[in-house]
Each structure stands twice: as C-alpha cells, then as structure tokens.
C-alpha cells in the first residue's frame, strides 16, 4: 500500500537551532513529494515539492528538503528555526487515481520552537 | 489562500439533517478536492473533480456526495448527518499542467459539528 509516515507527533527545538521533521514513504515508481505548514485555523500552505533532479530542494520561509531515494525519506529542514516556525507541518505523496491524481498525507507533526 | 473561499466557516447541526459545504475558487483550476481533517489521520481525500460534472470517489466518501455544476464551485453534501462526521472539512483546487494536476493550494477549512 501507499503511504506516509511522519514518525514523531511533536518535534522541539530552540530558537537559532537547526530543525528537522521527519517524513519517509512507500510509493510504487518515482515520487512526487510535497510538504504543507499548517497554522492556527487555516488551510495547509504548500511549502515546497520534488518531482525530478536536485536531492535537496528549497522552498518557502527558508524551508529546505531532502530528498534520499534509498531510504525513501523526504525530511524537512532548516538551519535555523524562529519561534514563528511553530505550527503543523504535513508530508504527502502523489498517488495516481483513475481520473487524477491525490495526496496521502502523513499523520502531521507539530513543531514547537521555544524562544 | 489562493483565490479560494468555503462556506460556511463553521456549522453545528444534528445527526440526521442535511449539510452542504460549498468551495469557492476564483482561480479557474480544472481540479478540486474535498478532504477531511481529524487528529492522528492528517487529511484524507473525501472525493475530487477532474472537471465540470466529472467526479470520483476518495478514501472515505461514503457518507458523502458531491456536485460540480460548473468550474468555480464544488459542492459537498452529507446526505444524513452523523456524529463520525464531525470534523475539519478542506477543499483544495489545482490547475492542469500538460494535462496533469499541479501542486495542490488549500481553503481556509469548514469546521463541522453533527450533535
């Protein structure tokens, strides 16, 4: 089956520390692979994708990923997190369907940057 | 959030009554996307349009129905309201890129509450 995981509910860090959020995937063919922030009663933002090319991929807010074929990962990271970096962060595959294509989401992780 | 409108915000009703979310985009996407949000599931794809008048089912669309009449609106009906179906209820759209979805952009979300 396709999926995927986000092993950890909840990650903390210090201001100015690096971060990372962990998101691993099973898909059968190549991925395409996206990362979504959600705050406070809104909508999911998109933040960034892979669909082809360099490992490493930039995104919005400083937001960088890294894509890692063998151990089918795609962890979000930043070098140095702000206390506004603090909100829900959503990994998702791109599935094809008979008509379109969808998004298995992760379970989400919560990231809580102490000042 | 991306020329995309849903109504209500919020809505309680009772087990048993008829609810209709409706989204809303300006930005004349050929995809649109019903999900539902709940602790520990991320979201989960309820049904999706490829076009007007063409829909499919999602992961969890029983329960559901949806309609799309023309480009700008996609309507989600629960026929008969029960309490399982309180939730978080997102539309997303994407645009056609050489035939395939896009990245996909999200509403500002529903909050549902079936007594």
């Known amino acids: 089956a396709q999926s995927v995981a986000q092993p950890e509910d909840q990650v903390n860090v210090a201001e100015g520390n690096p971060l990372t959020v962990k998101c691993t995937y099973s898909?059968?063919?190549?991925?395409?692979l996206f990362w979504y922030v959600q705050y406070p009663n809104r909508g999911l933002q998109f933040l960034l994708k892979?669909?082809?090319?360099?490992?490493l991929v930039k995104g919005s807010y400083g937001f960088e990923a890294e894509f890692n074929k063998s151990q089918t990962s795609f962890h979000l990271k930043k070098p140095s997190a702000l206390v506004s970096d603090s909100a829900l962060y959503f990994c998702?595959?791109?599935?094809?369907?008979?008509?379109?294509?969808?998004?298995?989401f992760g379970s989400g992780t919560r990231l809580l940057v102490r000042p | 959030d991306a020329g995309i409108t849903q109504s209500p915000r919020h809505k309680v009703t009772e087990t048993g009554t008829p609810v209709t979310l409706r989204c809303h985009q300006t930005?004349?996407?050929?995809?649109m996307y019903w999900y539902r949000q709940d602790p520990g599931h991320g979201l989960r794809l309820i049904h999706y349009?490829?076009?007007?008048?063409?829909?499919d089912k999602g992961e969890v669309s029983d329960g559901y129905s949806v309609s799309r009449s023309k480009t700008e609106d996609f309507l989600l009906t629960l026929e008969s309201a029960t309490s399982s179906q309180t939730s978080v209820y997102f539309c997303?759209?994407?645009?056609?890129?050489?035939?395939?979805?896009?990245?996909?952009?999200f509403g500002p979300g529903t909050r549902l509450t079936v007594l």
């Open positions: 349009s490829y076009g007007v008048k063409d829909t």
């Open positions: 997303a759209i994407s645009e056609s890129l050489a035939g395939r979805p896009g990245e996909q952009f």
């Open positions: 998702a595959v791109r599935v094809r369907m008979d008509s379109s294509y969808k998004l298995i």
């Open positions: 892979y669909i082809t090319g360099d490992n």
């Open positions: 930005e004349n996407h050929r995809y």
């Open positions: 898909v059968s063919g190549n991925p395409y």
